[in-house]
């Protein structure tokens, strides 16, 4: 199996230089950029399996690019982790809705960080190998990363997919939102129950011009389940 390739895109070099040690410790390959114009050449010429984004960039700032990432075709599968000084819940928030997967605020463990890194990497490997799945008109395929609503091609961000993937091959049951952290996010990721909520809500907005949003359903007070049944 290839190295994984992490792209650190952070414009303060004493915080570029602990990260890349840090991640070329656990056998990791590192690209680096100080803003996003020379982040935009690096995903171009070899798009890496995830990219480190902070939040605060001269220029264009990190919520600005993720979006304009999840945006593309070409770069709206690579999971991206903001790094992020802003620690209150809506700030935390807003960096989930612009598309990032996860967020870890500063000053962090790296340690930690390395450990979501790690957990997201193996999501998106185990997720590669399932078999193709159809619901109504809804289909996923695993091997290419594609879902097909009625035929039609439908854009998911890595979470979303991941998520939606969950539900189609477990429907009918009610899950928490700490067990659909534990299935999706994984066993001992330090990730709040409210991120469960942003990517259930993007995912159904997602789902909604194709009317599958029926079927992500929220059961008051327990959680939420994936149903044909109204």
């Excluded at 789902?207 to 044909?228: I, K, M, W």
């Amino acid at each position: 199996m290839s190295t994984p390739t992490v792209l650190i895109v952070e414009d303060e070099s004493a915080v570029r230089e602990m990260l890349r040690f840090a991640l070329q410790q656990h056998n990791l390959n590192v690209q680096e950029a100080v803003e996003t114009i020379a982040a935009e050449r690096l995903i171009a010429q070899n798009p890496p399996d995830l990219i480190l984004l902070d939040w605060m960039l001269p220029g264009k700032n990190g919520i600005e690019f993720a979006r304009q990432l999840k945006c593309k075709p070409e770069t709206a599968d690579i999971p991206i982790i903001m790094l992020t000084a802003r620690g209150e819940e809506d700030d935390k928030v807003q960096g989930l809705e612009s598309g990032a997967d996860d967020y870890i605020t500063k000053p962090f463990s790296t340690r930690e960080l390395v450990a979501r890194i790690r957990a997201i990497l193996r999501r998106t490997t185990a997720i590669d190998n399932a078999e193709k799945v159809e619901i109504q008109g809804l289909s996923l395929d695993p091997a290419t990363h594609r879902v097909l609503a009625n035929k039609k091609p439908m854009d998911l961000g890595p979470t979303e997919f991941r998520l939606l993937h969950f539900f189609m091959t477990h429907t009918e049951r009610v899950y928490s939102r700490t067990q659909l952290l534990d299935q999706v996010w994984g066993a001992n990721v330090y990730v709040e129950e409210r991120t469960v909520d942003v990517h259930i809500r993007r995912l159904r907005k997602a789902l909604e011009p194709s009317g599958h949003d029926t079927l992500l359903q929220t059961v008051r007070g327990a959680g939420y389940r994936f149903s044909v049944e109204s």
